[in-house]
C-alpha cells in the first residue's frame, strides 16, 4: 500500500513517513500544495493523508482538482481546522475523513486501514445528469456554463433527483425527503417541479405518468 502525505510541518512530516513505514506502508511525501497535487493526480496512491494548510495551493484545492479529475484515492484531511465548519466543508468537497491536530498516531492509522478496506468507488462530489451540475458543497446549479439561481428548496429537490439519475421518484419519496414532515400536501411536489421547469425548461425533469418525475437534463 502506497500513501500520499501532503503535510507542510516537517517534524509531523517526519514522524508520520516513519510510523507509516513502521507498518509496512510505501509512503510518499509533499510539503507544498503544488508538489502534493502533481503527485496525487500523476501517481497511483491508496491512500491520501492531507493537511489543508498548505504553502502554495491549500488542500481543499487539492481535493477539488483531484475529485474534478475523478480520482477517487480516499483523503484523510488532517488539520487544525476543526471547526464545525471547516469539517463540514472538507467532507462536502470529497474527503473521506476528518481528523484534527492534535492527534494520536493509532487513531490516524486505524481510520487510515478503515479507508483503506472500503477502497476507492467512484463518488463524484459534484453531480452531474446531462448537462445539468450541482455542487452539493457550494449549492450552485448550472446548465451548461449557465449559473442558474435556485431557491433552497428548488436545490433540495433537484439534489435529490440527480442523486438518483434515471429512475422515477414518486411524489410520496420526494415530499418525504425534500419537505421537514410527511404532513405536508403532495401538490408542493408539483408546485416545485413547475418551479424547475421554469428555471432549468420543461424537458429538464420528465413526468412518468401514474408514476412520479425523473430528471433528464437536457
Known amino acids: 500500500m502506497r500513501i500520499l502525505v501532503v503535510e507542510d510541518e516537517a517534524v509531523l512530516a ?10 509496512g506502508f510505501a509512503v510518499d511525501v509533499a510539503t507544498d500544495g503544488d508538489t502534493g497535487l502533481q503527485l496525487a493526480l500523476e501517481d497511483d496512491h491508496d491512500a491520501v493523508v492531507l493537511d489543508l494548510m498548505l504553502p502554495g495551493r ?13 480520482i ?5 484531511v488532517l488539520s487544525a ?59 450552485e446549479v448550472r ?11 428548488e436545490t433540495a429537490l433537484l439534489e435529490h433527483l440527480m442523486r438518483r439519475p434515471g429512475e422515477v421518484l414518486t411524489k410520496v419519496e420526494l415530499r418525504d425527503h425534500v419537505w421537514d414532515t410527511a404532513g405536508d400536501d403532495l401538490n408542493v411536489v408539483e408546485v416545485y417541479v413547475g418551479y424547475l421547469r421554469r428555471k432549468l425548461g420543461r424537458a429538464a425533469v420528465e413526468t412518468v405518468r401514474g408514476a412520479g418525475y425523473r430528471v433528464v437534463g437536457r
Open 81 to 139: 481546522k476543526d471547526s464545525d465548519d471547516d469539517v463540514t466543508r472538507g467532507l462536502d468537497v470529497g474527503a473521506d475523513d476528518y481528523l484534527a491536530k492534535p492527534f494520536a498516531f493509532s487513531v490516524l492509522l486505524a481510520r487510515l486501514r478503515a479507508l483503506l478496506r472500503r477502497g476507492a468507488p467512484p463518488r463524484p462530489a459534484v453531480l452531474q445528469v446531462g448537462n445539468l451540475t450541482l455542487d452539493p458543497a457550494t449549492r
Open 72 to 76: 477517487w484515492t480516499p483523503v484523510l
Open 58 to 70: 491549500s488542500g481543499l484545492e487539492i481535493l477539488r482538482e483531484m475529485r474534478r479529475a475523478e
Open 143 to 153: 446548465q451548461g456554463d449557465v449559473p442558474v439561481e435556485l431557491t433552497t428548496r
Open 14 to 23: 517526519r514522524a508520520l513517513r516513519r510510523g507509516l513505514q513502521a507498518e
